[in-house]
């Protein structure tokens, strides 16, 4: 069975200071990995996924996450957060080799806040 | 670009009511999934579909049912809505065989009184 935890539920952390939000999970397949970030009343959005080739992936606005298979995790950092980075961060992984329809299994989140 | 789109952004119902919350996506995906969101809890899902007319039930599909008679649209129905059913309601698509994640639409926040 796959599972994924995230074992910070809340990271409060000062502007423009670095942050990591940590995941792992646990599978005995290979696994595609993924990060969806929640702002405050709004669905989940795509942040940043891995599925093969290089093990950093980054996104868009800065933040960055590591494949780590021996560690069996997927930590997602940012260097210097900004007070627009506040909201809730989902790691999730499918089973990359699986097909099917409900194949993909999320943590429980993290909330990050930013402060001033 | 790719678009789940949830009918009701905020809804308010009473005890016993029916309720319907309703989802489309212009994507031609064929599985969609219905999840509800409380805090300190995550996302849980409720019941995902993987063609027309099929459903499966998810981890907390009690008091809930579900219809997609077009491919496009997926249907959450509380037959008899209670407080307890309270949440924040997220639809979902994806494509069937794809591994590449799911796209979300922007949720409900319903609220039972």
């Known amino acids: 069975a796959q599972s994924v935890t995230q074992l910070d539920s809340q990271v409060p952390v000062f502007e423009e200071a670095p942050v990591e939000l940590r995941c792992n999970y646990s599978?005995?397949?290979?696994?595609?990995l993924f990060w969806y970030v929640q702002y405050p009343n709004q669905g989940l959005q795509l942040l940043l996924k891995?599925?093969?080739?290089?093990?950093l992936v980054e996104s868009i606005n800065g933040f960055e996450a590591e494949f780590n298979k021996s560690q069996t995790s997927f930590h997602l950092r940012k260097p210097s957060v900004h007070i627009s980075d506040t909201a809730e961060y989902f790691c999730?992984?499918?089973?990359?080799?699986?097909?099917?329809?409900?194949?993909?299994?999320f943590g429980t989140g993290t909330r990050l806040t930013v402060i001033p | 670009d790719v678009k789940v789109t949830q009918s009701s952004r905020y809804l308010v119902k009473r005890t016993g009511e029916k309720v319907f919350l309703e989802c489309v996506q212009d994507?031609?995906?064929?599985?969609m999934f219905w999840y509800r969101q409380d805090p300190g809890l995550g996302l849980r899902l409720i019941y995902f579909?993987?063609?027309?007319?099929?459903?499966e039930k998810g981890d907390i599909p009690e008091g809930y049912s579900v219809s997609r008679e077009k491919k496009e649209r997926f249907s959450l129905i509380l037959e008899s809505a209670s407080t307890n059913q309270t949440s924040m309601y997220l639809c979902?698509?994806?494509?069937?065989?794809?591994?590449?994640?799911?796209?979300f639409g922007s949720g409900t926040r319903l609220t039972v009184v």
């Open positions: 999730a992984v499918s089973l990359g080799a699986q097909t099917g329809a409900n194949n993909l299994f």
């Open positions: 994507m031609d995906h064929e599985n």
């Open positions: 891995y599925l093969s080739g290089s093990t």
């Open positions: 599978s005995s397949v290979s696994v595609y």
């Open positions: 579909s993987y063609d027309v007319k099929m459903k």
């Open positions: 979902a698509s994806s494509l069937w065989g794809e591994n590449y994640g799911y796209t």
